[in-house]
C-alpha cells in the first residue's frame, strides 16, 4: 500500500519562502513523474510543477521562475522550493505521481491512477499573507 507523507507548509507573508517536502513509499518512485498539486477550498486541485525521473521538470505559467520542484530517488524524497510567494500561492499542498502522455511520455499535470499508488497524503497547507 503506498503512502505519501507531505510537510513543510506554513504561514508567512508575501515575499517569504517556504521548502515542502514529500516522503512517499509502496510504489514505483524511480520510475514515475511526481508532481506537487495545490487545492483551495471550493476549486479542484491542480498541478503546480511535475518532475520526472530524469529531473526533466515543467511548471504551471503561475509559479515559474518561483518555485523549484526536485527529487532525491535514493530516499523517495519529492521537494518544492518556494520563493516570492504570494497570496494567490495559498492553498493545500500534495505530492502524488503524474500520469504521463501517452505519445511521448512526458508528465502531465494529472494525477495517475489512485490505484498506482495508494492514497492521497493530508498534504500541507501554505498560507501566504500581504
Known amino acids: 500500500q503506498g503512502q505519501l507523507v507531505e510537510s513543510g507548509g506554513g504561514s508567512v507573508q508575501a515575499g517569504g519562502s517556504l521548502r515542502l517536502s514529500c516522503a512517499a513509499s509502496g510504489f514505483m518512485f524511480r520510475s514515475y513523474c511526481m508532481a506537487w498539486f495545490r487545492q483551495v477550498p471550493g476549486k479542484e486541485r491542480g498541478g503546480v510543477a511535475t518532475?520526472?525521473?530524469?529531473?526533466?521538470?515543467h511548471y504551471s505559467d503561475s509559479v515559474k521562475g518561483r518555485f523549484t520542484i526536485s527529487r532525491d530517488n535514493a530516499k523517495r524524497n519529492l521537494y518544492l522550493q518556494m520563493n516570492s510567494l504570494q497570496p494567490e500561492d495559498t492553498g493545500r499542498y500534495y505530492c502524488a505521481p503524474a500520469a504521463r502522455l501517452g505519445s511521448t511520455g512526458y508528465c502531465t499535470e494529472t494525477p495517475r491512477p489512485i490505484s498506482d499508488f495508494g492514497s492521497w497524503g493530508q498534504g500541507t497547507q501554505v498560507t501566504v499573507s500581504s
Open positions: 518532475i520526472d525521473g530524469d529531473g526533466t521538470t
